[in-house]
């Protein structure tokens, strides 16, 4: 599984360039939002397949895989490797970014899972304070979020992560560059 082709970021470039190739961004929307290569295509990790992949760039053009360092992206290659004509970009975003070559710079967010730990951390200070200070009864709020935790963790869905969704700064659009999935077929 070793045979996955790396490709330095002014080799992509000029692929790219001739129109011999596309780049696919399978990093997450909040990546994604942070630093965008001008023109690839986001298709997020979990959403990549060979069909799809053929459906929206097409099988005339090379596919490099692009994330954050590479480890992601070779794992992509690897999943539709013999079924789609791939490569990845090697040192990824880090590596093109570090080379000089266009990269739109967005908004910094804090991902998702950071935003919980620091709100629920932030939750159990203040009402641990308060039942040492107001009351002990404050100790049942703490048993609530202690119970919230293990909910989420055996199930899967966070409440506290449903709720940060909806604030403003995670209500951003993915694609401002109007290069998300099939609306961006190359011609």
Do not use: H
């Amino acid at each position: 599984m070793d045979n996955i082709q790396k490709m330095k970021a002014t080799a992509v470039e000029e692929l790219v360039q001739n129109n011999k190739a596309v780049l696919l961004d399978i990093r997450t929307p909040t990546e994604i939002l942070e630093q965008e290569i001008p023109d690839s295509i986001v298709m997020p990790f979990d959403l990549v397949s060979a069909d799809r992949i053929k459906d929206t760039v097409g099988t005339d053009k090379k596919v490099v895989f692009v994330c954050r360092s590479g480890s992601r992206a070779i794992q992509a290659a690897q999943a539709v490797a013999g079924a789609v004509d791939s490569a990845v970009l090697d040192g990824g975003i880090i590596a093109w970014s570090k080379t000089g070559l266009p990269l739109k710079e967005g908004r910094k967010i804090i991902p998702l899972d950071r935003q919980v730990l620091i709100t629920l951390g932030t939750l159990l200070l203040i009402t641990l304070l308060l039942s040492y200070t107001v009351s002990s009864a404050f100790l049942f709020i703490v048993a609530f979020f202690g119970a919230g935790m293990i909910f989420a963790g055996v199930t899967g869905n966070c409440g506290m992560a449903r709720v940060l969704l909806l604030m403003p700064w995670n209500r951003t659009p993915l694609c401002s560059s109007g290069t998300c999935g099939a609306a961006s077929k190359r011609q």
